[in-house]
C-alpha cells in the first residue's frame, strides 16, 4: 500500500509557482503515482481561492486546470467529526480531519500551528523536507 498523505495548502502553493523545491518534489511523487494524496472539498476550496489569489497571479485556466488534477487524482473524503486540535488557527483542523477519515500517515505542512503538533492519533505532521528524507 502507497503512503498516504494530506498536503497543506502551502505545500501547493509553494510547489506550483516555485519548480524545483521540497514542495514541488511532494507534489511531483503524487502526480508520479508514488504517494497517495488524501484530500477534502473544503481543501481543495482553499487551494483554489488561494491560487487565484497569490500575488504572482494565476490565469484561470491554470486554476482550472489544477482544480481537475486534484479533484481526479485525490482520494476525496468526508470528515465525519470535527476536531478542535488546533487552537491558533481552527481553520487548519480540515487537515488533521482529513488525515484521520483518510488514513493517512502524514499531513506535509510548513504551517507553524500544524508543525507544533508534531504528531496526532498516529499521524506524523512534517514539513516536505523532512517527508523527503523519510521516504529516503
Known amino acids: ?18 519548480e524545483g523545491n521540497f514542495s514541488s518534489q511532494v507534489i511531483d511523487l503524487w502526480k508520479g503515482g508514488k504517494i497517495e494524496l488524501i484530500s477534502s472539498l473544503p481543501i481543495v ?4 481561492r488561494n491560487l487565484r489569489g497569490f500575488k504572482i497571479g494565476m490565469d484561470e485556466k491554470n ?5 481537475q488534477i486534484i479533484l481526479e487524482n485525490a482520494i476525496l473524503v468526508e470528515p465525519s467529526k470535527k476536531l478542535d486540535i488546533v487552537k491558533e488557527d481552527s481553520d487548519d483542523n480540515k487537515f488533521l480531519e482529513a488525515a484521520i477519515t483518510g488514513n493517512a500517515g ?31
Open 63 to 67: 486554476v482550472k486546470e489544477w482544480e
Open 106 to 136: 502524514y499531513v506535509i505542512t510548513q504551517d507553524k500551528h500544524l508543525l507544533k503538533i508534531k504528531e496526532f492519533q498516529g499521524i506524523k505532521i512534517v514539513k516536505p523536507e523532512q517527508f523527503l528524507e523519510i521516504l529516503g
Open 45 to 48: 476550496e482553499e487551494i483554489i
Open 1 to 18: 500500500m502507497k503512503i498516504r498523505i494530506v498536503a497543506d495548502t502551502n505545500i501547493f502553493i509553494s510547489g506550483i509557482f516555485w
